[in-house]
Structure formats: C-alpha cells, structure tokens
C-alpha cells in the first residue's frame, strides 16, 4: 500500500489553559472516510482545526509527521497555507448554521472559494457556482445562491458550506459535525452527499459526537477521549467488538430498540483525576489502576488498537433497569392530561393545529417530530404558558387551560417541566441551594432544618452530592445542571413532568445517564411524562406511547414498539428510514 | 475733542488697511435707542454721531449742532446743526432727522432700556427751521448735554427708522448713521465688519483727524475668553483687544511689539452699597464697622496686580468733580471696627465666632450675580471680604440663584449688600445712586434704600444748574455725605485696559474711556 | 421609532491590565478619603487668604502653588473633592434611581404604559445631554443642587432604557418561566428575579455615568451654572483658571488634571467590573 | 404582507414617531417656559436695567404674558405648525430667522468633527485589532483619556499651544478650513476615543465568528478577511453610534463655540439659556429633535444597506 494521503503522526495541541490534544496519530487514504468519534471537548474539532494550520493564535501545535500529499504541513509559511486551505484541504466548521457570513449571499461565499483558488474567468463565476450548488444536492441553485444565509433553512446552509468547500476540488475534505442540529431526514441527506464525495475519490475526515451517525459511512472510526484516540480500527470492529471501556461505554449509551428497558449508562465511579500523561479516561473507569493513572500505551498510527491496560472483549452486557411498565396504564382511568383539538399560531402562521392527546397517570408519551413541528408549542400549550387560540386543556378532570393566572397558580405545583436549556432556567446569580429553597418554598415547606433535609434529599434523588449546593449552576457540567433542574422539578411532587428536549444538548453518555435517571424516577415515583424529542431512538427508549407532529399536527400516533416496527403514515415511514443505526441490519 | 493720543504713535498716518479689534462681550441689540449695555456704545460709537463731543475734562464741545443755548430754567436746548451732514444712505441730517430719533427713544413702543432715561422727563422736539431743533422738558434737566453726547441719543437716518424700524437692534446694514464708519456687516457669534465713510467731514471739534478715517475697514471679533483674546493679541491676530483681564497686563506691557492702554473708567466706581433701610445695616455703626473693617488696599492691589486704583469716593477720578479730600480719609482699621460693633451692642459671640446681640448672629447678605453676569472677578474679591469680615466676627452669606431671583431680592431691598458700577462720565450718576427717588423697584438704583434728605437735595439741585461752582459743591458734599454715613464701600476704579499691537497709530479714547478708531491706522510691518 | 444605540454602548470594550486597574483603585481610595476626611492630606484652611503669597507657582511649601488671593491651591483642589463628587454622584444616585423605576415601569406595566413611557423617552433621547441640562437649568436656575438634577435628567434616559431592555430580556427569559411554573406571584418575580437582574449592568454603567456626570458638571459651570464660591469646586476652579493660562498656568492645570485622573479612574474600574459581569452572564 | 406595503407601513410608523417627539419636543420647551419662576419681563431686562414701567407693561402686552397658560400653549403650536417659531426676548428677531442664520457654522463644524471622528477611529481601530497587547494597551490609553478630558479645557490648551504659540490655525482669521481645524479637532478627540472602541470591538468580535474562520478555512488572508468580512459587521454598531453622537454634537458645540468665539447654534443656545430667552431655546429645542428624527432615519436606512437580515422579507 502506498503513501497515505494524510499522515499525522504524535500531533499535540495545547492551550495556555489546557492540553486540548495529546499525541494523536492517525493516517488517511484517497477515498477513505475517516470518522472521529467522542464527547465534546475531546478535541476533535481542535485535531481538524491544526490540519489546515487554524488551532487559533493561542494553540502551540506540535507533531512528530504532519504530511499531507507528501507535503510537510509543518514547515508551511502563511501562504503557503492558503494554497492548501480550501485548495486541497476543504474544512467544514462545526457550527453550520453560522459558518456562512449573514451579510453576503451563499453565491458569494462559494464564488470567494472559486476565485482564490481557480482560475475561472468572471463571466463563468456563476455558472460554475450553479453546478457546486447541484452536487451539493441544492434544489433551485440560481434562487440560493442569490440569497442570504437567514433565508436558507438549516440544511440548505450545510450544503451550501459543503459546496464553498469543495469548490476548489480539495482532495480532503475535513466536516466537523455536519449533521448537528438536522433534523434527521436532513441528516440522512446530507450524509449521502458526503458519500458521494468519498466515491468521487475524496478523503473524508469525518467529525462527530454521534456514533450512530459516522458507523453508516465510516470505513474506519477513531475514538477521542480527553485528546487522545483511545482506539481505533475499522468501522465494524470498532461497533461490534469494542474493546476500550470507555468505547464500550460510549456504543452501550446509544439507545436502541434492543436495549429498551435496560440501563444505557455502563457503571462509573468518580474516581481521583489520573497525571498528565496517564489515561485520560482513569478517573471514570472502573477498571482503572495506578498503572492507568500514570502511563498510557502507545498506539499505531495504522493499524487497528486500543489505548488501555485492560482492554476488555466480548458482548457488553446492560443492566435491566427498574421497570418503568410496573406502572401499567390500564384502560378507563381518567387521563390526567386532556388536550383536545388545541390549535396557535403565530402572525397567522399555525404552530399547532387541531392536535388531540391524552395522557393516563403514570404513563410516558413521547412526540417526536422535526424542527418546527409544534413541539415545544404544544408543550408551553399544555404547562399553561401559551394560551391556545382554540381547543381546550383539561388537568386531572379540570379545566386548565381556560383557568385565569390567578386560579390556575395554586394548581401549578403539579405539572412541572425540563427544558433544553437548564442553564437558562436558573436565575443566574443565585446558587443551587436558592434555586432548590425557592422551590421548596414555593411548595409550602416552611424555612427551617426540613426544608434544608428535603433539598438534601432531592439531591440525592437526582444522584448528586449536597457537595454542590453552595455552587452557581452556571459552574456544574451540563449533566449536573441537568439533574438539578430536575430536582427543582421533583420539589414540588409533580403528577406530571413534560420534559422538552431534555438530553438533546448533552453528550450520548450524559444524556445515557439523565434518561437513566428519568426512567427510574418515573417508576420510583409514577410520574407521567410528555417527552419531547426530535431523537427517534431516546423517544422510543423512554416513552410508551409515540405521537408523531408535523407542521404543526399529530400525524399518528400509538403504542411505542408497534409504531416502530410498522409505521403507517408516509412521513412517519420517511423518519423512520431516515433514522440512523448503529449496527447496519446487513 | 482732546480724546488724548493713547500710547506712543506709530510714526504718521497710513490710509488704508484693516484693523481687529476684539472685544470681550458681544452686543445683545444693536439699537442704540433700546439697549443698555456699554459695549453697544462702544462699538456703535464708530458709526453715530452726537450733538455735542464731551471732552476729557467734562467740557461740551460742537460735533453735529455748531452751537447751542440752554434756557435758564433748564428745560429747554436749542442746537443749531451743521448743514453739510449726510447719513451714509445718502440721506441729509437735520432738525427732522433730530426730531424722529428723540421722539422714537421716547416712545414705549420702542421698549429703550437706557436712552428713554437719559431723556430725562422729556416732553417733545420741535423743528424750529431745517437746521434748528428745539428739545423741551419738563422739569429743568441739567445732564442732557451729556446725555446728547453719548451715542446712545444718537442718529439714525429717518429713512432706516421708517423702513427698518424694527430691525435696527439686528445690527448690519440697516444701522444707518452719520458716523466715520458704515455698519457693513454682522456675523452674530462672531464679528461685525465696518468700512470706511469715504464723505466723512464732521469730526469732533479738534479731532486730530478732522476728516474721513484712514482705515478702510474695521473688523470687532466677539471673543469672550480672555486668555483667547490675549492671545489673539500676542499672536498678532488682533490689533486691539479691549478689557484685558488685569492679569495679563503685565506681559502685554513687557512685550516689545505691543502697547497697553489703560484708562480709568469714568461714573461710578465698583462699590458696595449698604441697604441701610432694615436691619442690622439701619446701624451707621455697624455700617462703618464693615466699611472699615475690609483690607480694600490688599486685595485689590493683590487680585488686579495692581491695574485697578483702589477707590476711596464712589465717583471715579475720571469724573468732575472728584471730591479729593476722601483720599485715603477711611483706612482699613479693624481695630475701630471691633470697637464700633461693641458699641453697637455685637458683644457677645457664638460657637463659630460670629458676633452676636440678645442672641442673633451678626449676618450680612450679599447675593452673589450668577456666574455668567460676574465681571472682573468681583466674585473673588467678594471672598476676600468675606474672610476679611469673618475675621471680625461678621457672617457674609452669598447666596447665587439665577437672575430673576438676584432681581427679586437685591432690588426689592431684601439684601443687606449690593454691588455694582455705573459707567457714566457724568456726577450726575450720583443722582441715580443717592436720590431718594431712585428706588430700585422702579428702575433706579438707589440701593441704600433710604432717602437721605441732603443727598436727594444735593442731587435734585446737581441736575438743575449748570453752573459749575455749584455743581462742583454738591457733587462733592455728596460723595463725601455717602462715605460718612457708610452707605457706600468704594471699592476700586475699573480701569480700561486695552492692549493695542504697536503697529496701530491714532487711536483715540473718548471721555467715556471707549476708542475711537476714526484716526487710527495701521502701520505695515 | 428606533432610536440609534446609546453611548453605553460602548463600553462593553475591554478589561484592564493589573497595573492600570490597581492604579485606579489606588486613585479612586485617595479620593474617597480626601472626600471624607480632606483634613487628612492638608493642615491649612481653604479659604484662608495669604495675599503676600498670591499667585506663585509649584513650591515645596504649596505643591500646587496658590491663587489670585494666596490661598493654597493644593488645599483648595483637596478640599474641591468633596463638593465635585457630591455633584457627580448626586446626579448619578438620582439618574439611576429615576431610570430604574421608569425603566422597570416601561417593561412590567404592560403595553400602553410602555408605549407611553418610552416616547417620552424617545424625546428626552431626541434631545443633545447638554441640551437637556441647560433646558433644565434655565427652568431651576444655577447652583450645586440644580445642577445635580439637571445632569441627572439628561443622564436618565439612557438608564430608563437600558433597564427596560434589561428588565425585558429577564421577563423572556427561562428563569422566570419555571418562575411561573412553580406558581410565583407577579410581584415577587419583578423583585426577586427582574429588579436585580436587570440593575446589574446598569449598576456597572453607572461608573460611567459618573464620569460623564462629573465632566459635565465641569463643562456647566464653564458655562457659568457652577457651584457657589467660595467653596472650592473642581470645575469652577478649572473654569477660574483659564484666564490665567498665560500667567499662572497651576491654577487650570491642577484641577483639570484632578477631574480626568478622577474620571479615567473611575471609568477604569468600572470597565474591568462590566468584563466581569458580561463574563459571568455569558458563561 | 407584500414587500411594498411593508415598506410604507414601515415608512409610515416612522413618520408617525417622528411626528410624536417633535410635538413632545413641543410640548416640552412650552412646559419648561412655562415652568420658570419669576417675572419674565423682569428676566427679560435682565439686571442694571433703568426700564420704565410703561416698558414693562408693553413687553408684557407683546408676548401675551397676560393670558391664560392654556390659551398661550394653543397658539404656541397653532404657530408653530405655521413655522412661526416667535421672537427672541433679548434680541428681538424671529427665532426662525436667528436659528437658520445659525445653523450654517454648526453644522459645518458638527460635521467637519464627524469626519475627523470616524478618520481617526478606524485608523485606531483597524490598526490594533486583535493585534499585540502593547499596541491595544496604547490605544486603550488615548481613547479612555480622550474621553476623560473636558472638552472645553481640551479646546483652550489647544488654541494655546497650535494657534497663540506656534502660530499655526489662526483663530480670527475666521471662515475658511484653517480656521476649522481646531474647533473640530477639539469636538472629534472625545468622540473618536468612543468611535474608535466600539469598532475595534466589533471588528474582534466579528473575526472571531466562525465565518470568519471558515473564511480563512477558504484560504483568505488575514487582512482579506478584516476588509471583505469583519469590517461590514463592525460597520453597524459604528454606524449607530456615529448618528447618536452627530446628534449631540450640538451640545458640545456650546463649549467649544464659546472658547473658540465662533459664531453657531451652540453660541446661541447658551446666550439664550443664561438670558432665559425661551423661544430661541425652544428653536433650538425643536431643531434638534428634527436633527435626531432625521439622523435616525438615515442610520436605519445604513442598516438596511449593510444588514439583509433587517430588510423586509
Ligand atoms: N481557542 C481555544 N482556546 C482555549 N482552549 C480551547 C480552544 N479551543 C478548544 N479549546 C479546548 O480544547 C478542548 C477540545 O476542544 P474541541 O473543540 O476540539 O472539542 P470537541 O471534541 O470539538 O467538542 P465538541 O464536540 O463540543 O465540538 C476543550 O477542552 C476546549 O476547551
Ligand atoms: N413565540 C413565537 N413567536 C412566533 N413564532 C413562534 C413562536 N414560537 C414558535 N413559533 C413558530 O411556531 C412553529 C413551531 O415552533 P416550535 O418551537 O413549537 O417547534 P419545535 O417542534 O419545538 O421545533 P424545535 O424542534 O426546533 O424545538 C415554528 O415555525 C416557530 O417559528
Ligand atoms: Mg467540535
Ligand atoms: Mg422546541
């Protein structure tokens, strides 16, 4: 086999603050789709960032082999770098949606590409712009390229990004994260397009937090942890026979239909931070040793390996987890939740159509459905925040959305909700301890030495030590955050939890966690739960029933696995399809 | 007249040229008729012309009438007028002319702040043949002569009233007068520009320049900083610059290329006068206490390094007739005052050391103007008194409102102390100061407050003769009454102190210490 | 009727390096304390005259020289602080007080009083600070306490909005939704969450404000709407001096100097605590 | 909504404010006159007057002192929506007249100083952008201190030292550039140090956005992105600023006519205020609420240029 295209050998990054990455070594052939898999702040995009000479002023990039094409990346001089960057090296930045500048149209952009790097005469700028805009799969390219980012959804943004960056014919091209913040048929959409790139012969260095997403294209996956690869090796051995722990950990969060009704988070322990140049992952592994704290075994650039003492093989097995069904939704109860042919809109334009649910105590309804579905509408429609334009809401029997404010306060307690952003939920200058008080206060526990214990006990609840109680939420993990706004929501014993996008910002092994945690707290506690995710696969491992929303309406709705299995309505199908899994049913 | 050469002459005349003259206020109306303020006569008197010229010892010389007789009873003048006078819009100047400007001064209509006064009880003009005007009272009014010798009974051509009546206070080409200089133009903020009368030939009796003036064009820049103006000055972008603050006298003396003329102002001198009409004042010994009891001599030497005479009559030494015999005839002496004031029964004092009877603390009001109306640092000076006073156990307050305010109190006889100066070269500003009818809340300016028998005779009779020996007598015994009885502080002569480039020549200073630019020129280096 | 952004705006810019910041804290302390105790750094009597010594320069017996009737400049200057930052805070305390409420009322009041409430505004806004001062000015008259209130007014409008803006972000936001949701009552939402979330920046750009405030308060008196002598006040002494540029240079220089090492100073630590504030929100 | 009628409606809310802060402009300066104490004949004489009372009596029959508030308010804005805007108390002339007579120097100095502002503000800002620490330390420094100096005392150590001891600018030479330079030099300083960090911040912020990057990722060179990308970003909040300060300069123009002895709006204004002279001030009052509404209107009208986002859909 001959020279790779890429091959970066012992690459190093660090900040003044922190070492973002720490030897890495891997190899790239003409053709090949490289993935990088791993949390966030392992340091994939910093990796993909050093290729084309961008860590930033601040990065101090060292490596024993950066070539590319032969060319030693290394030695570059300013120039020489723009002749590689968006040339032979395309890069696709993380954050699609603002990657274009807002001020100029996606046609000037991909022409900015065109004009530094070729020499297409001016008169032809356009056309050639037009034919970028098709292979990047862009319906009506003379109307997009005349328009301004703000006017394209987010798909066509990606694509357009794609296509500036493989304007100039790179012969790598380096996409971090490029399906984030999709909608899944997008998703799958754009996934394909990168597959036509690899077919066309270009290396795809490709960047992702999500497993599920890279195991469809990827011929070989790399696996960051705390900056470093901690294994890699081809794609299918990667998924179906991991062998580092924290890659076993990684693939067992993901949730799938086989593991409904077990556990996704593998068990951890806090344990003491490892040195400098032990494994990374020590303080989280339950197999760690001092060995582990202290060194790290090396690692091939080529072949396939994993970076740990105690590499571990076979099946990963769950662990059941507490049964949610044991609170079995029998039929003629009165349904705690009522919604019936609610509708709002916005200046004329409908968010929530005519949509009917119902909700039994104890039960977990899911709705999934894209961006701009009604979703979160449909929600603030049924915590009471949004008044619906027609249709009705009752609770437990009762009217509720009809109540007036005042009426409707004293019932409050009872419906509580988790939203994406639990940062933003907190009063920022209180600490964890004031936002608990509040709500405890709020619920009528009177100030004193059992409001204190009760705070205690919630924490416990939520799995967190009263270690955090004097700290400001903005300084906890997203995961902490996440917990605690779920603690807040349990103060006041709560009948029903709607949880909006709950785990849709955190990493697959936190989200694995705080679904853990939802789950077991429903069966603990029989809360009912309206679960809203754009995620088919965490929606499907939460809820019992599925309400499907488009445009605004329930398309179809019905008991959990059924609907997966034979979905009836087209888009539903459409969805399903689309939905990436981990394990290719070959 | 003899408006003495100011400073050493630039060698002879030179026609032609341009002179920038800056001035520390900028008029408020350019209507002689209407307004009050010394600066519109200063600038204006370029391009009016009076009946009569004051000369530098109070004599009255011919300028526009030839000649003149004044009826025994003091209330009637006759002048004749000169025949070969024209207004620069070519218009003739006659009795008509005479008759239209007083009977415009005095009509409400025309809202005069100071002409309509200086008519005095005026009763009408008549034109007895085209060059003899008539102008009658009606009481007898010794002080129109000087009063018509001041550009503020001056001319404008009937033509301009008839036509511009209303605009005349916009200054500009509508000011039409007799004047050596055209009123060619008016930036307000900024400057105003004169050219020369080219058919100018009624100077002054023993104008050193009895014809047209040399300088073809006369620029006065507003500048009302006076570190700019001597700047302006220094740097040689100014010819002239009027009012320079005492501070910088010195340097424009010591500076080869330049000249420093100084002039005592004439009428009243900054004084303070004492409201001896209500309490603690209505006390000549606690009056006398204060008058004494204040290092005038210092402070003023200190503040005005010496520019400024410190004053020891409430006339200044520029007026006939000046009652020498006050001159140094009330020293600063703190002893005598402490002892005036026990006799006065302040004995006891208080925590602060403020001198106190059954009780009540010895305080002295003395509203401060607002900042802007505040003119050589009389404020400052005010604080040296202040401390002055403190010492011997007296409380000055000073309280500073706005004008309306100031107004209400001073002049509604609220105050206990007011303090001002009254540029008049006529003794008969004592009148205004003295007389028991001038009460300040109808326009006058009798700030005592009380109406002294001999000082309000004195001052009736002053303005009923014209004969000298009298005049001198009452003027003096007046002047010498005020001191005596403490109801005046004189406090210093405001001097003019104008700093002049040694390039310019023939610059004169008329009686009321304002240049006249008629015979001046500018030599070219 | 949008109106263009306010000066404030501005100061978002940077965070000071240590030595600047420690400077101006050192600064702002010696101001402090010659505000509350002058007779710490002088022995002598401000207004105590010494005419043999009138208007000599910078001499090791009066640092600053002395003025047109020998009263020790560097007195007065020290004795000068307390009355110009009487003026400053004043107009500032009042400024954002005033702009506070109206602000708060603008954004909790519901629709009509907003609208109401900000095209007065936008007609305060409409109008130069200067302008408003001396509008206000001529209406109350000259003197300290009309000069406070006169800044503050022209101050006010920019606060109002900010803490509308403010107060508005905070209503939107998800903290007062789970507010809402654990059935707090209106009232204690706008005091427990909106008041205080909303007067941070404000608070932080009220160091500004008083730099602003305190130049102003100088400018006016140029103008002649200045404090009451005898006492010494910054601006009016400032304004004294300029005619004696040419001739005594100390007695404009000291001053001056005393009011823009005061502003920078406070503008100095007000920027480093806005970083620290826009840090910790962002976070 | 169709675009057109987007547009006028946009048009229309605009002139509908406008409209609403001229007439509280209005209303305003009435109240404020309304509102001085003391007798305004007495204010209008101003002090060492030697007035008559028949004077008295026919100034206050001019002004109409005698009628009631309410009837004085009404043909107060019956005449001012003829453009009759009154008299001047002190200088007995149509404020109209005074105010458009004056308005020429402002407005010349006002933008001479605008000009300059922004000249020296994106030299300053361009220059130490995201670039060493020294160099920004630098610039921090001048601009905070430009902004801490009264501009007044700014103004006179200038005069001092270009025009009375080097000689150069000429002071009285009046009219004319040279005679323009330091006034507006003196206005700009204070108001570049502000121009110049808003800027810079923008001009950081914008470079550090990922388009930005992505840019660069495209092979553009550093400056190539600063002009073709960051500088359209930071152009807004500039653009913003610039208006409002171009909108109170007329307040700094007070200060700086006055030590500069020019004549302009600023001059006026402050004779005005201290003589109490209420319909000039009201002129000048209203003038510059029109001079803001109008500045406003351009600056959204920039935005619109620079920003698509902000153009009706
Ligand atoms: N410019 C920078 N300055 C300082 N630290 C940085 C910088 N960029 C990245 N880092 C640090 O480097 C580490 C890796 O960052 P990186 O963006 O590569 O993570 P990532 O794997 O891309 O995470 P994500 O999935 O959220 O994108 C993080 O700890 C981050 O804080
Ligand atoms: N406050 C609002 N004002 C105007 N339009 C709104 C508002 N809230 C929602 N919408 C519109 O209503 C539609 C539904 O929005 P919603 O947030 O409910 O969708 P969603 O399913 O939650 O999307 P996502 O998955 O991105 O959260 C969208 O078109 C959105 O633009
Ligand atoms: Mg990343
Ligand atoms: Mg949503």
């Known amino acids: 086999m001959n020279e790779p295209l890429l091959n970066v050998e012992g690459l190093s990054v660090r900040f003044p603050e922190t070492r973002a990455v720490r030897d890495v070594s891997f190899t790239l052939d003409r053709g090949e789709c490289l993935a990088v898999v791993g949390e966030s702040g392992s340091g994939k995009s910093v990796t993909a960032r050093s290729l084309v000479g961008l860590a930033g002023d601040r990065a101090e990039v060292t490596a024993r082999r950066l070539e590319f094409a032969g060319l030693d990346l290394a030695s570059l001089d300013e120039k020489a770098w723009r002749r590689v960057r968006g040339g032979r090296i395309g890069l696709v930045l993380q954050d699609a949606l603002v990657s274009l500048d807002p001020l100029r149209t996606a046609g000037a952009e991909i022409a900015e590409a065109l004009r530094t790097h070729t020499k297409v005469p001016r008169d032809q700028v356009g056309e050639r712009v037009r034919e970028l805009l098709v292979r990047a799969g862009v319906p009506e390219p003379e109307v997009r390229a005349g328009q301004y980012p703000h006017q394209l959804s987010g798909g066509l943004r990606q694509r357009a990004l794609i296509a500036s960056a493989i304007a100039a014919g790179p012969e790598l091209v380096i996409a971090d994260e490029p399906t984030t913040a999709l909608d899944v048929t997008v998703q799958a959409q754009i996934l394909a397009l990168i597959e036509e790139l690899k077919k066309d012969g270009t290396a795809v260095l490709l960047i992702s937090h999500d497993l599920a997403v890279v195991s469809r294209l990827a011929d070989r996956i790399a696996v960051m942890y705390g900056g470093t690869v901690v294994e890699h090796g081809p794609a299918r051995q990667v998924l179906d026979d991991p062998r580092h722990p924290y890659t076993r950990a990684l693939i067992a969060a993901v949730p799938e239909p086989s593991g409904r009704g077990s556990l996704l988070s593998l068990p951890a322990h806090e344990g003491k931070e490892p040195d400098p140049d032990g494994c990374p992952y020590a303080a989280r592994c339950v197999l760690a040793d001092d060995r582990c704290r202290t060194s790290l075994p090396a690692l091939a650039p080529r072949e396939a390996g994993t970076r740990c003492w105690h590499p571990v093989s076979g099946p990963i097995t769950r662990e059941r987890r507490p049964q949610a069904e044991a609170s079995p939704v029998r039929d003629g109860d009165t349904p705690l939740l009522e919604v019936r042919e609610v509708s709002k809109s916005y200046r004329g334009r409908p968010a929530v159509s005519g949509v009917s649910l119902s909700l039994l105590p104890g039960e977990s309804l899911g709705i999934v459905g894209e961006s701009g579905s009604g979703k979160t509408t449909l929600a603030r429609i049924v915590l009471g925040l949004v008044s619906p334009d027609e249709g009705s809401v009752s609770f437990a029997g009762v009217p509720w959305s009809a109540l007036p404010e005042r009426r409707r306060r004293p019932l409050r307690h009872r419906v509580q909700a988790i939203v994406q952003d639990p940062l933003g939920s907190f009063d920022p200058r209180h600490p964890v301890s004031r936002v608990l008080d509040e709500a405890l206060a709020l619920t009528g526990h009177e100030r004193g030495p059992r409001r204190r214990a009760r705070a205690a006990e919630l924490l416990a609840l939520v799995g967190l030590s009263p270690a955090v109680l004097p700290r400001s939420p903005s300084s906890l993990s997203g995961g902490q955050r996440q917990r605690i706004a779920i603690a807040r929501a349990l103060a006041s014993e709560p009948e029903l939890l709607v949880c909006d996008e709950p785990v849709s910002a955190l990493d697959v092994s936190v989200q694995a966690q705080i679904l853990d945690l939802l789950t077991g707290l429903r069966a603990r506690l029989g809360l009912a739960l309206l679960f809203i995710s754009h995620d088919l696969g965490v929606v499907h491992h939460v809820s019992d029933r599925v309400a499907v929303m488009k445009d605004g309406r329930v398309v179809e709705t019905g008991e959990v696995t059924a609907l997966f299995q034979s979905p009836s309505h087209p888009y539903t199908k459409e969805l399903f399809a689309s939905l990436p899994a981990l394990h290719r049913v070959s | 007249g003899e408006g003495e050469a100011a400073g050493p002459v630039a060698d002879a005349p030179v026609k032609g040229g341009e002179l920038t003259f800056a001035v520390d206020t900028e008029p408020v109306s350019f209507d002689v008729h209407v307004s009050q303020q010394d600066i519109t006569g200063t600038i204006l008197r370029n391009v009016f012309d009076s009946l009569v010229h004051q000369d530098g010892q109070g004599g009255f010389q011919p300028w526009l009438a030839e000649s003149w007789e004044v009826a025994d009873d003091l209330k009637t003048y006759t002048f004749k007028l000169r025949k070969d006078v024209k207004f620069t819009d070519g218009t003739a100047f006659d009795a008509e002319a005479v008759k239209a400007n007083f009977d415009r001064i005095a009509d409400p209509a025309t809202k005069s702040q100071l002409a309509a006064t200086l008519l005095g009880p005026y009763d009408g003009t008549e034109v007895v043949d085209p060059h003899t005007v008539k102008v009658s009272f009606k009481q007898s009014f010794a002080p129109f002569l000087q009063a018509v010798s001041t550009p503020y009974l001056g001319f404008y051509s009937p033509k301009t009233i008839k036509e511009n009546g209303a605009k005349l206070g916009s200054g500009g080409a509508v000011d039409v007068g007799t004047g050596p200089f055209v009123f060619s133009a008016y930036t307000k903020g900024q400057n105003a520009t004169f050219t020369r009368n080219p058919d100018y030939a009624w100077a002054p009796k023993g104008a050193t320049n009895a014809g047209a003036p040399y300088l073809d064009k006369l620029n006065i820049r507003f500048l009302p900083e006076a570190s700019v103006r001597v700047g302006s000055l220094t740097s040689g972008q100014v010819h002239v610059s009027f009012a320079l603050p005492p501070a910088d006298a010195k340097a424009v003396e010591g500076n080869s290329k330049l000249a420093l003329d100084r002039r005592d102002a004439p009428g009243a001198n900054y004084s303070i006068y004492l409201n001896a009409a209500k309490a603690p004042l209505n006390d000549e010994k606690v009056r006398k206490a204060i008058q004494r009891g204040i290092d005038i001599d210092t402070h003023v030497k200190t503040l005005y390094f010496g520019e400024y005479k410190r004053a020891w009559s409430p006339l200044s030494p520029a007026t006939a007739p000046y009652a020498k015999a006050l001159d140094g005839s009330w020293p600063y002496d703190q002893a005598l005052s402490g002892k005036l004031l026990d006799e006065a029964g302040w004995t006891t004092r208080d925590s602060e050391g403020y001198r106190t009877k059954d009780g009540k603390r010895l305080t002295v009001d003395w509203p401060l103007l607002p900042a802007s109306f505040i003119r050589e640092k009389r404020d400052v000076l005010g604080q040296a008194f202040q401390a002055d006073l403190k010492k011997l156990g007296v409380e000055v307050k000073r309280p500073q409102g706005d004008i309306g305010t100031y107004i209400a109190t001073v002049y509604g006889g609220k105050a206990d102390l007011a303090d001002y100066s009254w540029a008049r070269a006529e003794p008969d500003v004592l009148w205004l100061l003295f007389n028991g009818a001038s009460k300040p809340a109808e326009g006058g300016q009798n700030a005592t407050f009380i109406d002294d028998p001999e000082l309000t005779e004195w001052t009736d009779k002053g303005r009923s003769t014209l004969d000298k020996a009298t005049r001198d007598d009452v003027y003096t015994k007046i002047q010498q009454r005020a001191v005596e009885l403490g109801l005046v502080i004189p406090v210093y002569t405001s001097a003019f102190t104008n700093g002049r480039s040694r390039t310019v020549g023939g610059l004169e200073y008329e009686a009321n210490g304002w240049p006249v630019f008629q015979g001046a020129w500018v030599t070219k280096k | ?283 | 909504m169709s675009p057109v009628v987007r547009i006028l409606a946009g048009l229309g809310t605009r002139l509908l404010g406008a409209a609403a802060v001229m007439f509280g402009a209005a209303t305003l300066a009435f109240a404020a006159l309304a509102l001085i104490p003391g007798d305004p004949v007495t204010i209008m004489l101003g002090p060492f007057t030697t007035a008559s009372q028949e004077i008295r009596d026919q100034i206050v029959l001019d002004h109409g002192f005698d009628r009631p508030l309410h009837e004085q308010y009404l043909s107060y804005l019956g005449r001012l929506v003829q453009g009759d805007m009154g008299e001047s108390y002190q200088l007995q002339r149509p404020v109209a007249g005074l105010i458009s007579e004056q308005f020429g120097p402002t407005a010349e100095l006002a933008s001479a100083a605008v000009v300059l502002a922004v000249v020296i503000a994106v030299a300053s800002a361009v220059a130490t952008a995201g670039r060493g620490r020294a160099s920004r330390r630098a610039a921090h420094a001048w601009e905070l201190v430009a902004v801490s100096l009264p501009s007044y005392w700014l103004g006179i150590v200038l005069l001092t030292v270009f025009s009375f001891r080097l000689g150069l600018f000429p002071l009285v030479g009046a009219s004319g550039p040279s005679a323009l330079v330091l006034p507006a030099a003196t206005l700009a300083l204070p108001i570049a140090g502000v121009l110049a960090q808003v800027l810079r911040e923008g001009l950081e912020t914008a470079l550090e956005q990922p388009f930005a990057v992505t840019a660069r990722a495209r092979g553009l060179s550093r400056t190539a992105v600063r002009l073709r990308h960051a500088l359209r970003h930071a152009a807004a909040p500039l653009a913003n600023l610039t208006g409002w300060l171009a909108g109170s300069l007329l307040g700094g123009a007070v200060l700086v006519e006055v030590v500069f002895g020019r004549a302009g709006l600023g001059a006026l204004t402050l004779q005005a205020a201290l003589n109490k002279d209420m319909p000039v001030l009201i002129g000048v009052v209203l003038l510059s609420a029109l001079v803001f509404v109008v500045i406003a209107a351009a600056v959204d009208l920039l935005h619109l240029l620079v920003d698509p986002r902000l153009r009706p859909a």
Not at chain 3, 113 to 141: C, E, F, H, I, K
Not at chain 3, 219 to 228: D, M, P, R, V
Not at chain 3, 251 to 273: D, E, H, N, Q, Y
């Open chain 3, 1 to 283: 009727m949008t109106t263009p952004t306010l000066p404030e705006a501005r100061w978002k810019a940077w965070r000071p390096a240590r030595p600047a910041l420690l400077a101006a804290w050192t600064v702002i302390a010696l101001i402090v304390l010659a505000a509350a105790f002058p007779g710490l750094f002088t022995g002598r009597d401000p207004l105590e005259l010494e005419p043999a010594v009138a208007m000599r320069g910078p001499s090791p017996e009066h640092w600053f020289g002395t003025d047109q009737l020998g009263r020790d400049l560097f007195t007065r200057v020290v004795y000068g602080t307390r009355p110009s930052l009487l003026v400053g805070l004043g107009a500032l305390t009042l400024a954002l007080a005033a702009g506070a409420l109206y602000g708060l009322a603008a954004a909790l009041l519901g629709r009509f009083a907003d609208v109401a409430l900000m095209r007065l505004l936008d007609v305060l806004l409409a109008l130069p600070q200067l302008l408003v001062a001396l509008l206000a000015l001529t209406v109350l008259g000259s003197g300290q306490v009309n000069l406070m209130i006169a800044i503050a007014l022209s101050l006010l409008p920019a606060y109002a909005r900010l803490v509308r803006a403010e107060a508005l972000v905070v209503r939107r936001s998800g903290y007062l939704e789970s507010a809402v949701l654990l059935g707090q009552h209106p009232l204690v939402q706008a005091f427990r969450h909106v008041l205080p979330n909303a007067l941070g920046p404000l608070l932080v750009l009220g160091t500004v404000g008083f730099g602003m405030a305190v130049i102003a308060a100088s400018g006016l008196s140029f103008l002649g709407f200045g404090a009451e002598p005898p006492s010494p006040e910054w601006g009016v002494m400032l304004s004294e001096g300029r005619d004696y540029l040419q001739t005594a240079w100390w007695l404009g220089v000291f001053p001056g100097a005393a009011i823009t090492l005061t502003v920078v100073a406070v503008s100095v630590a007000g920027r480093s605590a806005q970083a620290r504030f826009t840090r910790r929100t962002t976070l």
